[in-house]
């Protein structure tokens, strides 16, 4: 393995560090009461990874078993416990647990445990997961044919 082709060419370094403090506020938030920060998007990123903070109440929720042909995703557990599918089982993960998934990897996460949760949520190359998110909302008015669609555009394939 080794270093990536340079993506910086100058030669002194620039000024563009991305700050953001710990109590902004977050960009999407679910009629359930869950949060997504979009800590860093594609976008912002020049399409190397996505970085988001999803904060669970303690109500049931989170995908099933699925995969992305484009992406890879990985799961960092911040607070409480949240049961992520690693393709052959659920692991009831707690602060301080990781899981990586390489693209065509089955996986989901759900928070079951009557507790809040929270945790980073890391893709890369850096897709426009924010569509996917904020399309949610309204994925139980769409027909079939337009929800099949919609999670096609958005590189998510339910098993």
């Not at 049961?83 to 301080?96: L, Q, V, Y």
Request: hydrophobic share 35%; no cysteine; net charge negative.
């Amino acid at each position: 393995m080794t270093y990536p082709d340079p993506i910086y060419f100058g030669e002194q370094g620039e000024k563009s560090a991305t700050y953001r403090p710990k109590d902004h506020a977050p960009e999407l938030v679910y009629p359930n009461g869950n949060e997504v920060h979009y800590i860093a998007t594609g976008a912002s990123t020049g399409g190397l990874f996505g970085l988001y903070r999803w904060v669970m109440g303690p109500e049931p929720s989170g995908p099933g078993p699925h995969f992305h042909r484009t992406i890879t995703e990985s799961f960092y557990v911040l607070k409480g416990s949240i049961r992520i599918f690693n393709g052959d089982k659920w692991i009831d993960t707690e602060p301080g647990d990781w899981v990586h998934v390489p693209a065509g990897g089955i996986h989901g996460f759900r928070n079951e445990s009557g507790e809040p949760a929270e945790m980073l949520l890391h893709f890369s190359p850096g897709a426009p997961r924010e569509g996917y998110f904020e399309g949610l909302l309204n994925a139980a008015t769409l027909t079939d044919e337009e929800k099949a669609a919609f999670y096609l555009l958005h590189d998510n394939h339910w098993l």
